[in-house]
Nanobody
Framework: QVQFVESGGGLVQPGGSLRLSCVVSGSLFPPWAGTAMAWYRQAPGKQRELVAGITGGGSTNYADSVKGRFTISRDNRKNTVYLQMNSLKPEDTAVYYC????????????WGQGTPVTVSS
């Protein structure tokens, strides 16, 4: 079983920045260094959506709505994946979750609690 602990969310003004972290623990196969990871978000009244993904080799992909503003990265020594969010907009308001993606970049595991992000003046 794999567990995710997300942190770093909060209230930020439009145009501001936040850095989210996700620590992964549990039984991983392949091992962490070979495991793809992804960030998802769920805004109020909307379905959960993929925000960004990173493969074990470091290749990244992003939703069109966040390209050029968000950056996903990983620290293989700490089993941690990050999401740097810049130029935040009110429409980025959501609860953010991390998970291991399947081949279609859908989530594979039980969700963690997520970390809420509110972009408002």
């Amino acid at each position: 079983q794999v567990q995710f602990v997300e942190s770093g969310g909060g209230l930020v003004q439009p145009g501001g920045s936040l850095r989210l972290s996700c620590v992964v623990s549990g039984s991983l196969f392949p091992p962490w260094a070979g495991t793809a990871m992804a960030w998802y978000r769920q805004a109020p009244g909307k379905q959960r959506e993929l925000v960004a993904g990173i493969t074990g080799g470091g290749s990244t992909n992003y939703a069109d709505s966040v390209k050029g503003r968000f950056t996903i990265s990983r620290d293989n020594r700490k089993n941690t994946v990050y999401l740097q969010m810049n130029s935040l907009k009110p429409e980025d308001t959501a609860v953010y979750y991390c998970n291991r993606p399947d081949r279609s970049w859908g989530p594979r595991d039980t969700w963690g609690q997520g970390t809420p992000v509110t972009v408002s003046s």
